[in-house]
Nanobody
Framework: QVQLVESGGGLVQAGGSLRLSCAIS????????MGWYRQAPGKQRDLVAT???????NYADSVKGRFTISRDNAKNTMYLQMNSLKPEDTAVYYC?????????????WGQGTQVTVSS
């Protein structure tokens, strides 16, 4: 079992920055990638960014050039640096870890952290 705990959310004005952190603990073996997702009120949960164990990254088009995902394996922590924030970035942000064992994938989620961007 993987435990994920997000922190760093808050209220920020448009154009500002925030850095989210995700502390990872538990059975971290076989994690193939980790990522950030977000869910705005009344909307589905969407992918924001992912990072593999080898450091390859992937971003949603809406955040490319503004957000940076990174992972510090020594600290078992993943980050999401968010710059040039927009009101449409307002959402609950969730940390995700995906494992594949014996060909079967499983996802672990954090409890989420609220990000609110005021105009």
């Amino acid at each position: 079992q993987v435990q994920l705990v997000e922190s760093g959310g808050g209220l920020v004005q448009a154009g500002g920055s925030l850095r989210l952190s995700c502390a990872i603990s538990g059975s971290i073996f076989s994690i193939i990638y980790m990522g950030w997702y977000r869910q705005a009120p009344g909307k589905q949960r969407d992918l924001v960014a992912t990072v593999t164990g080898g450091g390859s990254t992937n971003y949603a088009d809406s955040v490319k050039g503004r957000f940076t995902i990174s992972r510090d394996n020594a600290k078992n922590t993943m980050y999401l640096q968010m710059n040039s924030l927009k009101p449409e970035d307002t959402a609950v942000y969730y940390c995700n870890a995906r494992k594949i064992i014996g060909g079967v994938s499983s996802d672990s989620w954090g409890q989420g952290t609220q990000v609110t961007v005021s105009s």
